[in-house]
């Protein structure tokens, strides 16, 4: 009974997700007009007139229900044209909602890497798990690089600007979580699909802080993927955090409980 429960829950917030996104891509086709700000280098052709294409039907162009997504939710950005990225973003500022995005040991002048929209989408959705915890800040190292994965000739999704590199993890008030430091491998079951047995028994307060995180971001349906030092020792000073490429997958990994894949 309680796996047919849960097997109905996950269909009816499936189905919820995937409906919110078909009445936004609505308003995006009824709008007709291109949504964000920047350069318009890359950009598709416009449709026929008069008989405008549903949104997102090209699964190759940039999503315009993803940027109409993060416009509604106050997001300030610009479309930048990137080699591997389906809907390549650049935050101005820091902020994407009430997280903040902070690159370690930024350089005077530097400016915010590339994303892909859903990789912005994915954490705005997560943005309560995040709170739960206190989080405010997720200090990274990396989002956007073209390169293959480790150990191996497959593009790895930063490539697509789809998994960021968090160190560190902040509060309001200037805590810092440091994964190389405070994160406990090994105390729990990785692979539980419980937050209990997930979370384990860590020693230290800091570590219980980021395992419960980790477990959460994990369960989340906003990520395809969540790899820490309990999957290998290439994670033990970050959390690689990777979002869906589109709303689809999504959807199928949640109706298929498909379990995360590594990645990195």
């Not at 999503?63 to 300030?76: I, N, W, Y």
């Not at 500022?93 to 995005?101: D, F, M």
């Not at 079951?189 to 994990?218: H, I, K, N, Y």
């Amino acid at each position: 009974m309680r796996n047919s429960t849960s097997s109905m829950l996950a269909l009816a917030g499936a189905a919820a997700y995937v409906l919110g996104l078909l009445a936004l891509g609505a308003r995006v086709a009824c709008a007709g007009a291109p949504v964000g700000r920047g350069p318009e280098a890359g950009a598709p052709p416009p449709a026929d007139a008069g008989s405008p294409p549903p949104a997102d039907a090209d699964a190759t162009a940039p999503s315009k229900t993803c940027l109409a997504s993060l416009r509604e939710r106050g997001v300030d950005f610009i479309e930048w044209p990137t080699k591997g990225v389906r809907t390549p973003v650049r935050l101005v500022g820091s902020n994407l909602g009430p997280l903040r995005l902070v690159i370690l040991d930024r350089k005077p002048g530097g400016v915010m890497p590339v994303m892909d929209c859903e990789l912005g989408r994915a954490l705005l959705d997560a943005a309560g798990v995040f709170q739960m915890a206190g989080i405010r800040d997720l200090f990274f190292s990396g989002i956007y690089e073209y390169r293959p994965r480790r150990h191996s000739k497959k593009l790895s999704e930063h490539a697509h600007g789809l998994a960021i590199d968090v160190h560190q993890f902040g509060t309001a008030d200037g805590r810092v979580y440091d994964v190389e430091h405070d994160f406990e491998a090994g105390v729990g079951d990785w692979s539980a699909r419980d937050q209990v047995g997930c979370v384990g028994a860590p020693e230290r307060p800091e570590a219980r802080t980021l395992r419960e995180l980790a477990c959460a971001l994990r369960a989340s349906s906003a990520f395809r993927e969540i790899i820490t030092a309990d999957d290998n020792a290439d994670h033990e000073n970050h959390f690689h955090i990777e979002s869906f490429p589109d709303p689809l997958t999504r959807a199928r990994s949640i109706l298929s409980h498909r379990d995360p894949t590594s990645d990195d």
